[in-house]
């Protein structure tokens, strides 16, 4: 059963996912990834027998329990649906001990598993990217009043500088998966200048850590979509939970508002001209297009939106700056501001000549390439905290996998 424990900990089921079948079928597939060609399974594979039943191994075959003796088990897992919703939500794992060849199965225990939604590390980090983060010049560090330590950043970048520092100041450490490396040639990390410090594990004083790939979310942007009730006006000075069309590519001038949500449909080119007043946040949905672009060129500042019965929604959808997994976000110019919450884009470019604050909130970029994140700006990006507490709580899925019941373990006939 700690056999079957460890292996259904470490699945990845989508969260949407619900049809027995569907999960069966990825749940098979998992485990064959898994098990198959592993010295327990040796030339034996996973089986199925049944659309919601799964065998290791299969076709009669048990996996030896070592020791120089003849024991050995096998598993069936059956997923069963929700007795209300009919959604997969719970496997049964049964044990068959043997022992001997020839002997009958001489005890069998079952447990429930439950499907429970996986918790990530991703908001953990001031800067999380699925690609390379690149600093030049400026500095990421935190508020004052909070140790600057919290400035970390994240490359999920299995490649050689998938963090490239070259200038510029870095708060917190370093940190890279597998595969990954951190190249320094200039700047600061963590009160240090010396690349040989900076490059050493932080067992040993440095600034530098391989760490696991955190997941990054799955993101269902059309959640937010009925919260914009009214069409974007162009040339209008100050907007409501507004929709922005497909291909309108607006651009918003000087001194311009939007109270509550600004959905924007893909494809569009949004331009921001001047400051920018936000009372809410901006969500953008995704489409094929790859040329979806978000570019400030003055200050963008956010607070919350209006206490009216009209954002209600809106207010209650926390963890949120700007959504728009598809999207190039730059901040050019003399652009910088202060907002609160998460910055989820497609790539962050960060050259603005003013400073940007981030209060409880992570810039999470998801293109796994070059340049995914470039901080080059002339001043500070400053973070009060990171976005672990102040995650987005609408659109924002993350695998499951399956946890013991344990009170649901018995020995049952064999």
């Known amino acids: 059963m700690d056999f079957m424990k460890y292996h259904l900990g470490r699945v990845n089921i989508p969260k949407t996912m619900t049809a027995v079948d569907d999960v069966t ?164 990390v963590a009160g240090s200048s010396i690349p040989s410090i900076i490059l050493a594990d932080p067992s040993v004083g440095g600034h530098t850590s391989v760490v696991d790939e955190p997941e990054f979310p799955t993101i269902d942007t059309t959640l937010y979509k009925p919260y914009a009730t009214n069409n974007y006006v162009a040339g209008a000075k100050t907007q409501s939970n507004i929709i922005v069309k497909a291909g309108t590519n607006p651009k918003f001038n000087a001194n311009d508002t939007v109270n509550g949500i600004m959905y924007i449909e893909s494809p569009n080119k949004v331009t921001f001209q001047g400051n920018f007043n936000l009372n809410g946040f901006i969500v953008m949905g995704t489409s094929a297009s790859v040329s979806d672009t978000l570019s400030f060129s003055g200050n963008l500042t956010m607070k919350p939106a209006p206490n009216l019965p009209q954002y209600d929604a809106v207010r209650a959808a926390t963890g949120v700056a700007i959504i728009a997994p598809n999207a190039a976000m730059s901040m050019t110019g003399s652009s910088g501001g202060a907002v609160t919450g998460n910055i989820i884009v497609k790539s962050f470019s960060y050259t603005g000549a003013a400073g940007l604050v981030i209060d409880q909130g992570t810039i999470m970029t998801l293109n796994p390439a070059a340049n995914s994140t470039l901080l080059n700006g002339a001043k500070s990006i400053t973070f009060s905290a990171t976005g672990a507490n102040n995650q987005p709580k609408i659109g924002l899925t993350y695998s499951t996998f399956f946890e013991p019941d344990v009170i649901s373990y018995k020995e049952v006939s064999p």
Not at 28 to 39: A, E, P, V
Not at 125 to 138: D, P
């Open 25 to 188: 079928a990825k749940l098979y597939s998992d485990l064959q990834t898994r098990l198959n060609g592993t010295g327990n399974m040796g030339a034996m594979t996973v089986g199925k027998s049944a659309s919601n039943v799964i065998q290791v191994p299969g076709n009669g075959g048990r996996i030896s329990l070592g020791g120089g003796g003849q024991a050995s088990f096998r598993a069936t897992l059956t997923i069963l649906p929700d007795p209300l919703t009919g959604a997969a939500s719970k496997t049964k794992v049964k044990i068959d001990g043997y022992d001997g060849d020839t002997i009958a199965a001489s005890r069998a225990i079952s447990m429930d598993f439950s499907r429970e939604e996986r918790k990530t590390s991703v908001f953990d980090y001031a800067v999380a990217s699925k690609g390379q983060v690149v600093s030049s010049k400026g500095a990421l560090t935190s508020v004052k009043g909070v140790d600057p330590k919290i400035a970390t950043i994240m490359s999920a970048d299995p490649v050689a500088g998938a963090i490239t520092i070259g200038g510029g100041t870095i708060g917190g450490n370093l940190n890279i998966v597998a595969g990954g490396t951190a190249v320094v040639t200039g700047g600061n």
